[in-house]
């Protein structure tokens, strides 16, 4: 178990010896902690607070290994599922992605109002924001722009998450109510998740770079084609035709094929 307060000090702690109040590693941080997470091995912590900075830590050495600098308090920092990314997000208003091996930034999602958590989804594919906006936003990973309509709440959304399986989305903030969202039309193939971010944002990711850059405009007339084709064929069996896409810019032809299903409130 790991722990962190105002003290400046991160805790780990054996499980089987906390009763006896004495834990079996404490690590310096360089300020008041907001936001703390251990790595999936064990070997890495994850810290972010207010002095506007997160921090990669070994937790063996205690020796800080990398830190990424915001332009305020940050609130929330957490590693990406295969954990080659970190996320972080706070008072900046705008939330950062970073390459733990280069330890550069390669993307940033722009809010309007500070943010209080910012996390992945379980199979990384998007990222979902939490913001004093009162709304959730959620991001796509290819493109990094915003998916859908935001997830109006009725004050500051504290925080936002995914169902283990992805497939919803809780909310819960300053208007004393927790809401349950679905999150779209998360069974497409991993090739026309990939389609449908190009041809609906007209970009793509330069994997070398690591940076978005434009499609030519003459194939991007080809896959909007082939997006529409192709999509099309996926709505007639999806298993949310409601939140489908596909159907948000063609509603007249997925009505004719498939109605709108409307969700069950029993």
């Not at 208007?175 to 041809?199: H, S, V, Y």
Request: proline letters at 4%; one cysteine or more.
């Amino acid at each position: 178990m790991i722990t962190a307060s105002s003290d400046y000090v991160i805790s780990l702690w054996k499980l089987a010896d906390i009763r006896a109040g004495i834990p079996a590693i404490t690590l310096k941080h360089q300020a008041d902690i907001k936001t703390v997470v251990l790595s999936a091995d064990g070997k890495r912590i994850l810290t972010a607070g207010v002095d506007g900075s997160a921090y990669l830590i070994e937790v063996a050495s205690g020796r800080h290994i990398a830190s990424f600098k915001h332009g305020d308090i940050i609130n929330s920092a957490v590693f990406s599922p295969d954990e080659k990314l970190i996320l972080t997000a706070g008072w900046d208003n705008t939330p950062r992605l970073w390459d733990v091996v280069s330890k550069k930034q390669i993307a940033s999602l722009k809010h309007n109002a500070s943010v209080n958590s910012a996390v992945f989804s379980p199979d990384g594919n998007y990222i979902l924001t939490a913001s004093w906006d009162s709304a959730a936003h959620l991001w796509s990973m290819i493109s990094f722009k915003e998916i859908g309509r935001a997830k109006k709440n009725g004050h500051v959304v504290n925080n936002a998450v995914f169902s283990p399986d992805g497939k919803w989305i809780l909310t819960a903030g300053m208007d004393k109510t927790a809401r349950i969202w679905r999150n779209g039309d998360l069974d497409l193939p991993p090739d026309l998740f990939e389609l449908q971010a190009k041809a609906t944002t007209g970009l793509e990711l330069n994997v070398e770079t690591v940076e978005t850059q434009f499609i030519s405009p003459g194939q991007w007339y080809s896959l909007k084609a082939d997006f529409y084709n192709r999509a099309e064929e996926h709505y007639k069996t999806c298993k949310y035709p409601a939140a489908n896409l596909w159907r948000l810019f063609y509603p007249e032809e997925a009505e004719r094929i498939r109605p709108a299903t409307k969700v069950s409130r029993k």
